[in-house]
């Protein structure tokens, strides 16, 4: 019996220990000390773009054709039709210049020359060029007056030359600017000009006066358009000047004034895509010689022009264009008192402009 008691006891003690739990001894983890890193870092901006030399170029041709009631016997009535081609355009340079181009060659598609009483022709002939060269001088001190100066040079088809000096003070901020009407250009300016013939002779003037000009933007897509030229001449040579009362006066010097009025309006009539229909007009006088200290005679050229454009933007930049139209005037106006014979002139024109 005391074996067995042994024995129980002995198991009663395995068994104990066999149900305790074994816990495993702590482990300690010590953590890395945190290191902080800096970078460099790159913010790219888009970059600011500076001045840009930009501008256009067009090339035209247009066909004029003969006025309506042709009846020999008089230039009015005589055939006159001709055709012009021109190139023009214009390069901002920088952000205060700017540079204008125009060549126009004129070419009489008659059998004969047409001339008027006075012996010369009666339309355009040979080629004609002109510069423009304008610098902006910005406003005139705390003002809202912008200085331009303009340099000009042309060479007519009558074989003379000249070159001209504007400075162009431009009011346009100070006049009206409402509902009814915006003024776009009210420019004064003083002007210089010295002309000379192809021969360089003595056959010169030296010009001075004073040109006024203003547009204006009106309602309904219409626009208006006034220019005065005032000029005093001082010749080099003794002219002669030949008024109506055929009484030659003579003299070295002269004071004239023309006046050109007219009235725009221009609409886009229909747009498709890249084609387009826009109807142009300018209706007004071209010019009116209001006043000439030697002949004492007033004339004036009174129009109506209209015309139908197709346009076709072949890119973005180019404009290749149709225009068909006519004008009316009175093809007559030897003086105030005799313009007359009103015809109308057909005309039609090719073209494209590019811009850069």
């Not at 080099?236 to 009235?263: I, R, S």
Request: hydrophobic share 30%; with cysteine; aromatic share 16%.
């Amino acid at each position: 019996m005391r074996k067995l008691a042994l024995l129980l006891g002995s198991l009663v003690v395995v068994a104990s220990a066999s149900a305790k739990e074994v816990v495993p001894a702590p482990v300690v983890v010590e953590e890395a000390p945190v290191q902080i890193v800096e970078k460099e870092v790159i913010v790219y901006r888009d970059k600011e773009e500076g001045f840009r030399p930009n501008g256009n170029i067009g090339l035209e041709y247009k066909y004029y054709g003969n006025t309506e009631s042709q009846n020999k016997g008089s230039w009015h009535d005589a055939e006159n039709n001709y055709s012009r081609t021109q190139l023009s355009g214009g390069i901002q340079m920088t952000e205060t210049q700017k540079l204008e181009f125009r060549v126009r060659d004129y070419n009489s598609l008659n059998d004969d020359e047409v001339y008027d009483a006075k012996g010369n022709p009666t339309r355009p002939s040979g080629t004609e060029t002109r510069l423009r060269y304008f610098y902006n001088h910005g406003n005139l001190g705390d003002s809202k007056i912008n200085l331009t100066s303009r340099v000009e040079y042309k060479d007519k088809t009558d074989e003379t030359q000249y070159i001209e000096y504007q400075p162009r003070f431009d009011f346009a901020e100070y006049l009206f600017n409402n509902d009814f009407i915006k003024t776009t250009k009210a420019v004064v300016a003083p002007k210089y000009r010295y002309q000379w013939s192809a021969d360089n002779s003595s056959d010169y003037s030296n010009q001075v006066g004073a040109d006024l000009e203003y547009t204006a933007d009106l309602p309904l897509g219409f626009d208006i358009e006034l220019n005065v030229y005032n000029t005093y001449f001082s010749y080099g040579t003794e002219q002669e000047f030949k008024p109506e009362n055929g009484k030659v006066k003579k003299g070295d010097n002269n004071f004239t004034t023309n006046v050109e009025l007219y009235l725009h309006y221009n609409a886009n009539l229909y747009t498709n895509g890249k084609y387009s229909v826009d109807l142009g007009t300018e209706w007004g006088y071209d010019p009116y010689n209001a006043y000439n200290e030697k002949t004492d005679e007033r004339a004036y050229y009174l129009k109506a022009d209209q015309w139908l454009t197709l346009n076709y933007a072949a890119t973005e930049f180019v404009n290749v264009y149709l225009t068909g139209g006519a004008e009316y005037g009175n093809f007559t106006r030897t003086h105030e008192g005799c313009a007359s014979n009103w015809r109308w002139q057909p005309y039609v024109a090719a073209g494209f402009n590019v811009a850069f």
